[in-house]
C-alpha cells in the first residue's frame, strides 16, 4: 500500500504535468511583445485601465497591461531603457523632473512625448452628518503644520492647536482629525505642495526666508505635525471613506473620484470659498488641483503595434472631452484648446522640452 | 509503621501540607483551563466575525442586476450593405443599438443631459453583448430579440440597496434616474441574476463586467510552476541532508541557513526575484514564470524543514530492516523511508503552497500588481493572481467593487480551505504511527 501511494502520487503529478504542458510553451513571439506596457501613478492607473480597456475591447490589438507603480517608480522603469524589456508609456501625477530626463537619456531613452491628460483635484472632506466646513488654506496650514508661526513676532512654535474653534472662533469647537495619505503617497506631496504651501506663503516673512533658504522654507511649509490629529490612513481611499462615514467628527483628504463615487455619503469642504465642484476644478478656481500626464516612449512606437491607436484613444474626446468617459471615472478635462494642442502633440508624437 | 498510622488518621503533617496545596493546585489548574478555553473562543469569535462580514459583504456579488431590452437588431445599422463581412458586423455601432432602444422605452426623455442619464442605466458592456450575439449568429440581423444585459453598477447598487437616492444632491443615482429604475422594476425588466460573468470574464474597470477567471487562472499558473520546482527540490535537498550527508560543519551552516530563511520577510524575496531573475535572466515581467520562481525561493525553506521532519520520524528500524537484507543505502531510502516520510512531505509542502497562494508583496516588484484583462494562456503570458486582484479592486474607487473585493476574498478562502483539508485528509489517511 505504501508503494502505491507513492505511485499514486507520482502519476498524479505527471498527469498534472502532461495537462499543463502545452500552455507552458511559450508563444512563438515570446521575443517580441504584442501588447503596451504601462507603469506609473496610482492617481492616473483608474484611468489609464479604461482606456485600456476601451481600446483592446474595440481594436483587433490586445489590452494594454497597466501597473500601478506610482509615478517615480513608473518613470524610473520607463527611464530605464529601449527594448521589450522596458515599458512603453509612463503615467504621472506630476511633471518629470529634470533629473529623470537625465536618467532617461543616459540610458538612450532620448525622444519621448509628453501628453497632459486634465486636472485631478484633491479634496478635504467629512460625512455628510456633520456640517460643511469652510476653511482657506491658511487654515489648513494652521490645522495641520507641525509649527505655526506664533503670531506676535517672527517665531515658529509647536502646533498648539487642539479644536479647529482654537484656529478661529468661528469655526466648530471639534478636535481636529485629519485622515491622509502617508508620505510615500504622491496625493500627499500634492497636498503639502498646493495645500499647505498655498497656506504658508501667506505670511510674508515665512515667503521671505524662501529667497535666502529654500530648504528651511520647505521644511516650515511642508511639514505635517505628528501628535496625533493628522492620522496616516494608508493608500486606501476606500477605507478613509468608510472611517469618515463611523466619525461625523474627523475629515479625510483623497482625490474627487472618491468624493464623486461616494457624494451621497460624504461632502467636500469649501476650500478658499470654493467649492470642490466639477466646474470648479476645471476652471481651475478651485486651488487644490493638479494636472495628470503620461509620457509615451517614441523608439516604441513602431516596435509594439497599437501604439498610435492607443494615445488616439485616450485623446479622443469620447474619452477626456467634458462628456467622455473618463469623466464619469472622475477625471477634471483640460479647456477645449488645451486638449487640441495636447491631441496633436499625440498625433505628431511631439517631441519633449522642459 | 507510623507512617501508615498517620496516613490513616489523615491529620500527619506532611498530609495537611498536601491537603492544603490540594485546593491552590486544583484552582490553578482551573484557571488555567479557563484561559486556554477562552483563548480558543476568542480565537473563534474572531474568525467568525471575520468570516461573517466578508460573506455579509460578498455574497451580493455572486448576484448582478439585468435589464431587459427589446432590441431591434436594424440591418441598416449593422450591416447597410448585406455584406456579411465579419469586420463589418464586429465595427458596427451596437452602442447606437442600445441607446435607440432605451429612447424607444423611455419616450419623454428629451434633453440632451437627460438621455445621457438614461444611457448610463445599462452597462457599458451591454453593446460588447450584442455584438457577441451578432458575431456568433448573423441570422439575428433584421429580427428583434429581448435581451437581458448588465445594468450599470450604480444601478446595481441602488437595486441592492447599497447606494441612497436623491437627498440633497448629492447621490450618484438621481432622482429622475431612480424613477426610471421604478418603472422598470413595475414592468418587471428588471431582475437580479447568478452572476456568470464574475466566474468567466478577466478583470475589467466597470465593476458588473470585471470577473476573477483572469486572477485565478494566473494563480493556477504560478502554483503550478512552484509546485514543480520546490516540490522535488524540497524533498531532494531533505533527502541527502537527512540521510546522506555527513553531520559536520558545513551541513550545521546549511541548516542554519535554511531556518534563517524560512522567517524572511517575503518582500526580500520580490527584491532578490527583480535583481536576478528580471534584471540578469532577462525573464518577462509580469509572468507567472517569474512569480513561480520567487515563490518557490519563499515555499522552499517550509518545504525542506517539513520533509527533514517527516524523515526523522521515520524510525531507524525500516532503514536497519532494508539494509539488513542486503539493500543499498539508496535502496533503503527509495524503497522503503521515502513512502513512509511521503505523507508528512506532502502535507508541508501542501501548507507551504497555501501560504504562497495568498502572498501578494514579492509580486509587487515583478510587476504582477496590474491591471491585466486577457486570461493569461501560459506561463509566460502577463498575469496576475488572486490575492494581487483582491488588492487591486479594495482600492478601486467604484462603489460596487466594495463587494467584489469580498467576493474575490471568499473564493480565494475556499481555495485555501481546499488546499489545507487535502493536507489533513492527506495525513489522516496516510501516516503510520510507532
Known amino acids: 500500500m505504501k508503494r502505491n501511494f507513492g505511485m499514486a502520487a507520482a502519476s498524479m503529478l505527471f498527469a498534472a504535468a502532461t495537462l499543463i504542458m502545452p500552455a507552458l510553451m511559450p508563444d512563438a513571439d515570446a521575443a517580441g511583445r504584442d501588447y503596451i506596457s504601462i507603469v506609473g501613478s496610482s492617481t492616473v492607473y483608474p484611468f489609464a485601465t479604461v482606456v485600456a480597456e476601451q481600446f483592446g475591447k474595440t481594436t483587433k490589438f490586445k489590452t494594454p497591461k497597466v501597473e500601478s507603480t506610482g509615478s517615480g517608480g513608473g518613470l524610473k522603469l520607463f527611464c530605464s531603457g529601449i527594448g521589450v524589456r522596458h515599458p512603453d508609456i509612463a503615467n504621472a501625477s506630476r511633471r518629470i523632473k529634470k533629473s529623470e530626463v537625465d536618467r532617461c537619456s543616459k540610458n538612450g531613452v532620448k525622444d519621448f512625448t509628453e501628453i497632459k491628460i486634465g486636472y485631478d483635484g484633491i479634496v478635504i472632506a467629512n460625512s455628510r452628518d456633520a456640517g460643511r466646513m469652510n476653511v482657506s488654506r491658511k487654515i489648513l496650514f494652521l490645522a495641520l503644520a507641525k509649527d505655526v508661526p506664533s503670531g506676535i513676532g517672527e517665531v515658529l512654535i509647536p502646533n498648539p492647536y487642539k479644536t479647529w474653534k482654537d484656529i478661529n472662533p468661528a469655526l466648530p469647537d471639534i478636535k481636529i482629525e485629519v485622515l491622509g495619505p502617508p508620505p510615500t503617497s504622491g496625493t500627499r506631496d500634492a497636498f503639502a505642495e498646493l495645500a499647505m504651501e498655498g497656506g504658508c506663503k501667506q505670511y510674508s516673512w515665512i515667503k521671505a526666508i524662501k529667497k535666502k533658504d529654500k530648504k528651511r522654507y520647505k521644511a516650515i511649509c511642508h511639514a505635517i505635525r505628528e501628535d496625533g490629529a493628522y492620522i496616516e490612513a494608508g493608500e486606501n481611499d476606500v477605507l478613509i471613506v468608510k472611517k469618515l462615514e463611523a466619525n461625523p467628527h474627523a475629515f479625510g483628504i483623497f482625490g474627487f473620484s472618491f468624493l464623486d463615487q461616494n457624494a451621497d455619503r460624504i461632502q467636500g469642504s469649501i476650500i478658499d470659498g470654493v467649492e470642490p465642484e466639477f466646474e470648479n476644478i476645471a476652471s481651475g478656481e478651485y486651488p487644490i488641483s493638479r494636472p495628470l500626464y503620461f509620457y509615451v516612449k517614441k523608439a516604441h512606437v513602431g516596435l509594439i503595434p497599437g501604439m498610435k491607436g492607443y494615445i488616439k484613444e485616450f485623446t479622443s474626446e469620447k474619452a477626456w472631452g467634458p462628456e467622455g468617459y473618463l469623466i464619469d471615472k472622475g477625471l477634471i478635462p483640460m479647456p477645449d484648446k488645451e486638449r487640441e494642442k495636447y491631441r496633436e502633440d499625440g498625433r505628431n508624437l511631439k517631441e519633449f522640452s522642459m | ?345 506532502l502535507t508541508g509542502t501542501i501548507i507551504g503552497m497555501a501560504r504562497a497562494l495568498g502572498e501578494t508583496a514579492p509580486l509587487l516588484m515583478i510587476g504582477m500588481v496590474a491591471f491585466i484583462v486577457d486570461v493569461p494562456s501560459g506561463i509566460f503570458d502577463k498575469a496576475t493572481v488572486l490575492p494581487v486582484q483582491v488588492y487591486l479592486w479594495a482600492d478601486s474607487p467604484e462603489r460596487a467593487f466594495v463587494e467584489r473585493t469580498s467576493a474575490a476574498i471568499i473564493v480565494l478562502l475556499v481555495f485555501l480551505l481546499i488546499m489545507n483539508a487535502l493536507a489533513v485528509v492527506l495525513r489522516k489517511k496516510f501516516e503510520q504511527r510507532w
Open chain 2, 1 to 345: 509503621m507510623n507512617e501508615t498510622e498517620m496516613r490513616q488518621d489523615g491529620s500527619g503533617p506532611r498530609l495537611q501540607l498536601i491537603k492544603a496545596g490540594l485546593k491552590r493546585r486544583y484552582a490553578k489548574e482551573k484557571i488555567f483551563r479557563t484561559l486556554g478555553i477562552a483563548a480558543i473562543f476568542i480565537a473563534l469569535l474572531m474568525l467568525a466575525v471575520l468570516f461573517v462580514t466578508i460573506t455579509k459583504n460578498g455574497y451580493g456579488a455572486f448576484e448582478q442586476t439585468f435589464i431587459r431590452l427589446d432590441v431591434a437588431f436594424d440591418a441598416s445599422v449593422i450591416d447597410p450593405e448585406h455584406s456579411g463581412d465579419p469586420d463589418v458586423l464586429s465595427s458596427a455601432n451596437y452602442s447606437g443599438l442600445v441607446k435607440k432602444t432605451l429612447r424607444e422605452m423611455f419616450p419623454e426623455v428629451k434633453s440632451r443631459r437627460q438621455k445621457r442619464d438614461l444611457y448610463s442605466l445599462v452597462s457599458r458592456g451591454a453593446a460588447f453583448h450584442l455584438r457577441t450575439m451578432v458575431m456568433a449568429d448573423p441570422g439575428l440581423i433584421g429580427t428583434t430579440q429581448t435581451v437581458w444585459v448588465p445594468a450599470d453598477d450604480d444601478i446595481d447598487m441602488l437595486i441592492k440597496g447599497h447606494i441612497k437616492t436623491g437627498g440633497g444632491g448629492g447621490s450618484r443615482v438621481k432622482a429622475d434616474k431612480a424613477a426610471w429604475v421604478d418603472t422598470l422594476v413595475k414592468k418587471g425588466a428588471i431582475e437580479k441574476r447568478f452572476n456568470v460573468a464574475f466566474f468567466t470574464n478577466g478583470d475589467s474597470r466597470e465593476p458588473e463586467l470585471a470577473g476573477i477567471r483572469g486572477a485565478v487562472v494566473g494563480s493556477l499558473y504560478t502554483m503550478f510552476v512552484t509546485l514543480m520546482l520546490s516540490f522535488p527540490l524540497g524533498v531532494a535537498t531533505a533527502i541527502y541532508l537527512e540521510e546522506f550527508a555527513p553531520k559536520n560543519i558545513w551541513t550545521d551552516i546549511i541548516e542554519v541557513n535554511i531556518n534563517n530563511l524560512a522567517a524572511v520577510p517575503s518582500i526580500v524575496f520580490g527584491l532578490l526575484g527583480l535583481a536576478v531573475f528580471l534584471n540578469f535572466f532577462e525573464l518577462p515581467r509580469s509572468a507567472p514564470i517569474v512569480g513561480g520562481l520567487v515563490l518557490t525561493l519563499m515555499t522552499l525553506p517550509t518545504i525542506i524543514i517539513a520533509s527533514r521532519v517527516s524523515l526523522q520520524s521515520v524510525p531507524l528500524s525500516i532503514r536497519e530492516g532494508a539494509l539488513g537484507v542486503g539493500a543499498s543505502r539508496m535502496q533503503a531510502v527509495l524503497h522503503h523511508v521515502l513512502p513512509l516520510a511521503l505523507p508528512g512531505m
